[in-house]
Structure formats: structure tokens, C-alpha cells
């Protein structure tokens, strides 16, 4: 956890009736165990789509406005989305347009880089992390 916030973050995921489940404050190793098993559990077919979405969401989060969700289709495939907060309104205008698509998610290719994008929650202020997710684009 980086200097400036009072708690680490919350674990959440979803219930079968994809309804939040909110596990509390989290520590990082926790959070990479927890990560770990759900990547490496990840099946191919689910019974339904509210089943793989329980199984293979979860999120980071400090606050409402920001936050880490990760959603793993498969060992290398997994989506994040995330929001950070107090980022001038334009930097999201200027990235939309000049990119033509979500500024905010990230297609990870492996589980160590799920690592790295939770090590980086965990450890730095938010325009630093912005910053740095910018760069790894």
C-alpha cells in the first residue's frame, strides 16, 4: 500500500445473482494468491454466462471512482478495466479521440502481467500509476 491512503483495497466479485460481493481489505499477497486461483481454475464452458462471471470477475478497488476489475476468458486472456480518480476531464477526451476506442482497458496476455498490474495498484499514487499504464500501452 503506498503512503497517502489509510486502508488497502477491497476484494470484490460477484454472486451467481451477479450482485457485488464485497470480501473487504485485502493485502497484496492475498490479493496474488486469490488471483492465481482463479486464473489457474478458469474453464472453457460455464452452464451459464452469470456462472463465468462469478467464477473469473474480481476487483481492486479504494474507492467507487477507483478501482482495478479484471475478467479472465482464459490463462491468456484477461480483460482489465479500470478508473482512477482526479485525472483532468481532458486527458480521457483527448485519449478517446485520439485512440478511437476505451482509453481505460487493457488486454493481458499472461498471468504474470495481472501480477504487475496489481503490484502497481498496491504501490502507486494514482497519477504515477496512470502514468505508467499510459507508457505500457
Not at 494468491?33 to 456462472?51: D, F, L
Not at 479504494?62 to 482489465?80: E, G, M, Q, R, W
Request: some cysteine; charged content about 30%; hydrophobic content about 40%.
Amino acid at each position: 500500500m503506498w503512503i497517502g491512503l489509510k486502508s488497502n483495497p477491497v476484494w470484490s466479485g460477484l454472486t451467481l445473482d451477479l450482485r457485488v460481493r464485497e470480501d473487504g481489505p485485502i493485502e497484496i499477497n492475498e490479493a496474488l494468491r486469490r488471483a492465481h486461483r482463479i486464473i489457474a481454475n478458469v474453464e472453457p464452458y460455464y452452464k451459464s454466462g452469470e456462472e463465468a462471471m462469478a467464477a473469473n470477475n474480481f476487483v481492486l478497488s479504494f474507492a467507487k471512482d477507483y478501482f482495478f476489475t479484471f475478467d479472465v476468458h482464459s490463462p491468456t486472456n484477461i480483460s482489465l478495466y479500470y478508473e482512477l480518480p482526479g485525472l483532468p476531464w481532458y486527458k480521457r477526451f483527448v485519449r478517446d479521440c485520439t485512440r478511437g476506442r476505451n482509453w481505460n482497458g487493457r488486454d493481458l496476455e499472461s498471468e504474470s502481467r495481472v501480477y504487475r498490474m496489481i503490484e502497481l495498484f498496491f504501490t502507486l499514487p494514482r497519477i504515477e500509476l496512470d502514468a505508467v499504464l499510459e507508457q505500457e500501452r
